[in-house]
Nanobody, 124 residues
């Protein structure tokens, strides 16, 4: 079992930056691939970025490329999402997710564990 707790959301002006954190419980965090998702009001949840268990392989949604960076610190059981050049359309609840991974380099499409989410609001 993995429990995930997001933090770092808030209100920011367009063009600003935020860094989201997701703290994971358990001693095997380094065995989990991690992802960030978001859901805006009235819209379906969408993938933002994904990171394999080693931190060496990433995948980004097109809207995130060049602006967002996913990273992890396995010593701190934490995954991050650095968001720069934020736009009003980035307003959403952001969730982190985890799935057990047997190998490095694995970029999953589905996840077993989810956090409660953190609100990000970007004002124009």
């Amino acid at each position: 079992q993995v429990q995930l707790v997001e933090s770092g959301g808030g209100l920011v002006q367009a063009g600003g930056s935020l860094r989201l954190s997701c703290a994971a419980s358990g001693r095997t965090f380094s065995s989990y691939a991690m992802g960030w998702f978001r859901q805006a009001p009235g819209k379906e949840r969408e993938s933002v970025a994904t990171l394999d268990r080693s931190g060496g392989r990433t995948s980004y949604a097109d809207f995130a490329k060049g602006r967002f960076t996913i990273s992890r610190d396995n010593a701190k059981n934490t995954v991050y999402l650095q968001m720069n050049s934020l736009k009003p359309e980035d307003t959403a609840v952001y969730y982190c997710a985890a799935i057990y991974s047997r190998t490095d380099g694995y970029i999953p499409r589905q996840y077993d564990y989810w956090g409660q989410g953190t609100q990000v609001t970007v004002s124009s």
